[in-house]
């Protein structure tokens, strides 16, 4: 299959760009010829590439009547323009986020007869995101990225999602009826990390930026619960960017963002992999480095709503839940993890193989190439 990926977002640090990569990267693998438009590249590919960041900036200023900056305007018109001198394709693939990827889809679709298969990895527009995230937004601001919002679904002739909970949050009320077009396939995990290489303390580790929501206040509030003997054994380490840094300690560190490949290799050195998530009703949110921590077969930390996405998945195993702001909660999972870690049986809370399975290469493209079979219908 002919496939024109495009996503603004590619190996820049974001998780996103690398959600991106690795997709695009798969289904070349598996035989499609993949041509991806993006914002900008950092490593080669096995792919067609073009870098569209050349097209000249003309500010990021924000566009009511656009409902996108400038920047992103210019960089969508860049795209169908590419796209309409590069084609035939068989099938369109955008990625969301930011929106910029989809806007990009719709201006290309003026040009060119395509299928079109739409993936959202998070709720858009922003204000549609579940308390306690809470953007400002003025009502006409709303209404215009509401309506764009409907574009994208009428127009597209398959959406895909990370999680059924993301689906369900975002195509209700009159949205209800593009479900019918949807699927869900889970981002890819990358397996065949080697076993943990510490030595002396229980290294709990998390990878990523976490935002404001994304609170680790109580898992230290929890921390200051625990037996000095537990305490002294544990080692939090975070890479990344963290809205708010509390301080550190000698128990709890902080490490800059790293390029992907040293973040496997530092997550490789955890004995425990740490999700922090926000204190939602409902976790709709498929976090993308759980898929890694599944695939990675370290047990898993998480501090997750009791009913959501993460609590699914690791329903029938894999780590610990427990709520985001249960202090108690928290330290008494860290003295349960403590007590296995110590008798050497941390390894029976592990990710099963079959949850592993459920994230790789095998499990989850397929579920792309049946999205982009039905937007071709």
């Known amino acids: 299959m002919k496939i ?5 977002h590619h190996l820049d640090g ?12 798969a289904l070349a693998r598996r035989g499609h010829e993949v041509t991806l438009l993006t914002r900008k590249l950092l490593e080669p590919e096995p792919f067609n590439h073009l870098d569209l960041d050349r097209w000249g900036r003309l500010g990021a200023l924000p566009h009511l009547l656009r409902g996108c900056t400038v920047e992103e305007k210019g960089w969508a018109r860049a795209v169908a323009g590419k796209a309409a001198e590069l084609g035939p394709f068989d099938v369109l693939h955008s990625r969301l986020n930011p929106a910029a990827s989809h806007l990009a889809a719709l201006e290309a679709l003026k040009r060119i007869e395509l299928p079109w298969c739409a993936y959202f990895s998070d709720p858009w527009p922003h204000h549609l995101y579940p308390e306690p995230y809470r953007f400002t937004v003025g009502p ?4 215009r990225l509401e309506l764009a919002l409907d574009a994208m679904l009428r127009r597209a002739d398959s959406l895909m999602f990370p999680s059924g909970r993301l689906r369900d949050w975002l195509l209700s009320g009159q949205r209800e009826r593009f479900r019918s077009k949807s699927f869900v396939a889970p981002h890819l995990g990358e397996e065949g990390a080697p076993s943990p290489t510490s030595k002396g303390h229980l290294h709990i580790r998390h990878a990523g930026f976490l935002m404001k929501e994304r609170r680790i206040e109580p898992l230290l509030a929890a921390l200051e619960r625990l037996r000095p003997e537990v305490r002294n ?39 425990v992999a740490l999700l922090v998530e926000a204190a939602l009703a409902e ?24 009913r959501g996405v993460t609590a699914d998945l690791l329903a029938a195993g894999g780590g610990v839940l427990v709520e985001p702001e249960d202090e108690a909660g928290i330290a008494a999972a860290l003295e349960r993890l403590h007590g296995l870690w110590r008798a050497g049986r941390l390894a029976e809370l592990a990710p099963r193989p079959e949850q592993a399975a459920a994230v790789l290469e095998d499990t989850v493209i397929p579920l792309y190439e049946r999205a982009f079979e039905e937007a071709r219908r």
């Open 4 to 8: 024109l990926f495009v996503s603004w």
């Open 14 to 25: 974001t998780a996103e760009g690398l959600a991106s990569a690795r997709v695009a990267s």
């Open 140 to 143: 006409l601001s709303r209404r």
């Open 233 to 271: 054994d544990l080692r939090v380490e975070f890479a990344g960017r963290y809205a708010v840094q509390p301080e550190a300690s000698g128990i709890v560190s902080f490490e800059p963002s790293m390029p992907p490949d040293s973040v496997r290799g530092w997550m490789a050195g955890a004995d």
């Open 283 to 306: 976790g709709i949110f498929f976090p993308s480095k759980l898929s890694d921590y599944m695939a990675g077969g370290r047990p898993i930390l998480a501090l997750s709503p009791r």
